[in-house]
């Protein structure tokens, strides 16, 4: 490792120092040692987690970085592969641990007033050109309303606003047999690669409970849905977690929310919408409704709920949300969801800068989750990174400290300090009167630099 430092060009000795800052700040080797990461001899689990971590930031790839002679890494191929495939290794408790840490760093510097918020969505991993990767199945893909080969990446995501910080994520297959392309390997069902191939295979809203409850000691107030998730069962179940719940609703006639005693879709729940004072302002109004999660719930069971409608900027139709917060604004509703396009902007990252899905090309269900979590972990970097440098209060209390001493000793106030006490002692001097006093302070002032004398003229 000490001749590829040696050997890099200043802008990679930088990138390298970000790199090896932040596994410090989250304290790498104590956060394996917990989830599992440990070998019997040979390289440290923490060494071979960097090198792979730092390959995108310098331009490389695994395959061609391990076969260069001299210029490689510190380790072999072999000795890359065994870590990525390894199954004992708790990629979503290192995960988690580490976002936990980050997430209470971040949300000291979130004012009262700012809400904390989860996100969650899913995107395409894909793999359309492999045949024989483990779990492989037939996904369709809602953005372009088409099938491909892969996974579905369901994400739990954290945001204040101004930074988002991926918190776990499940590459789900398919629960029909028929869509599932090649089945998991056999394992023990006592181990952790077990439970990971069948949580693969679980419905999307068993996974999504899940994960929230495993982040339940992390800081947010709301979770962000799509229309995608925003079901009245899977809100209920949020609720019951615990979490207040905003997302964009279906605007489909197979739903329903109980209105004015009956039981309407959203259509004729906006139909009978009075009309907005101002028709200049997006929000056309809102409506007080109740959720349950199947025919049979009784009413004790039924959860409240407001929908709001706003117009839509891109056409002429219009848009709803769901809040199951009462106490929140139409204004707040439309406020806290905007800050759902972070896990967007997420997605986008990871494929087209952090090699999502095109790293590492192994076969094993945990090798794709393992090259997932090294992706989540350079993005989390990034947002600290972005975090540090736009944000003055990311220096710590020395900031405080300092602004508080510059306000408190000023220059021009300290020169008014020293001018003054001249002029005290010049006063008890007996063989001066009151005017010669003046004379001699008239002609100090005189002789000063004029910068210095406007500063005590205006501090005067």
């Not at 809602?142 to 930074?163: A, E, I, P, Q, V």
């Not at 419905?203 to 800081?219: N, R």
Request: proline fraction near 2%.
């Amino acid at each position: 490792m000490t001749n590829i430092i040696s050997e890099m060009t200043p802008n990679e000795q930088k990138i390298q120092s970000r790199i090896d800052r932040f596994f410090g700040q989250i304290n790498l080797s104590k956060m394996l040692l917990q989830c599992n990461f440990y070998k019997e001899s040979g390289i440290h689990c923490a060494t071979v987690l960097k090198e792979l971590f730092s390959l995108v930031f310098h331009g490389q790839n695994l395959y061609r970085t391990l076969s260069m002679q001299n210029k490689g890494m510190s380790f072999k191929k072999n000795t890359a592969y065994r870590f990525l495939n390894a199954s004992r290794f708790n990629w979503e408790r290192l995960l988690l641990l580490i976002m936990t840490r980050l997430i209470s760093s971040v949300d000291r510097l979130t004012g009262n007033d700012r809400e904390s918020v989860f996100i969650f969505d899913d995107s395409l991993f894909s793999r359309n050109r492999s045949k024989k990767v483990e779990l492989l199945a037939k996904v369709f893909d809602h953005t372009t309303h088409k099938f491909f080969k892969g996974f579905r990446m369901l994400t739990l995501g954290w945001s204040d606003g101004n930074t988002f910080l991926p918190i776990s994520f499940n590459l789900l297959s398919s629960a029909k047999d028929e869509n599932v392309l090649c089945e998991a390997k056999t394992v023990d069902k006592r181990t952790l690669a077990y439970k990971r191939r069948e949580r693969a295979r679980q419905s999307t809203t068993d996974v999504l409970i899940a994960m929230l409850h495993a982040a339940k000691d992390i800081p947010a107030r709301f979770v962000l849905f799509d229309s995608w998730f925003t079901l009245p069962k899977t809100v209920i179940r949020v609720k019951k977690e615990n979490r207040d719940v905003i997302g964009m609703i279906r605007t489909t006639e197979k739903i329903h929310y109980l209105y004015q005693e009956k039981w309407q879709n959203v259509k004729s729940i906006y139909q009978n919408l009075e009309s907005p004072l101002d028709p200049r302002t997006p929000i056309i109004g809102s409506v007080c409704v109740k959720l349950r999660e199947d025919k049979v719930s009784p009413v004790d069971e039924f959860v409240d709920a407001r929908i709001v409608f706003i117009k839509d900027r891109r056409s002429e139709n219009w848009l709803a949300l769901l809040c199951t917060d009462l106490s929140v604004s139409e204004e707040e509703v439309v406020r806290i969801y905007g800050k759902r396009w972070d896990i967007e902007v997420f997605f986008k990252v990871c494929k087209s800068y952090l090699a999502l899905a095109k790293e590492f090309q192994g076969r094993s269900y945990d090798m794709q989750v393992a090259a997932t979590s090294i992706v989540f972990l350079r993005y989390a970097m990034l947002a600290m990174e972005s975090r540090y440098t736009t944000d003055d209060r990311t220096i710590g209390e020395l900031f405080y400290y300092l602004r508080e001493e510059l306000a408190d000793i000023k220059l021009s106030q300290s020169l008014m300090l020293m001018v003054d006490a001249l002029r005290d002692v010049l006063k008890k001097l007996p063989l001066l009167s009151q005017e010669m006093a003046n004379q001699i302070m008239t002609a100090f002032l005189n002789t000063i630099p004029l910068p210095l004398k406007q500063k005590l003229l205006l501090c005067a």
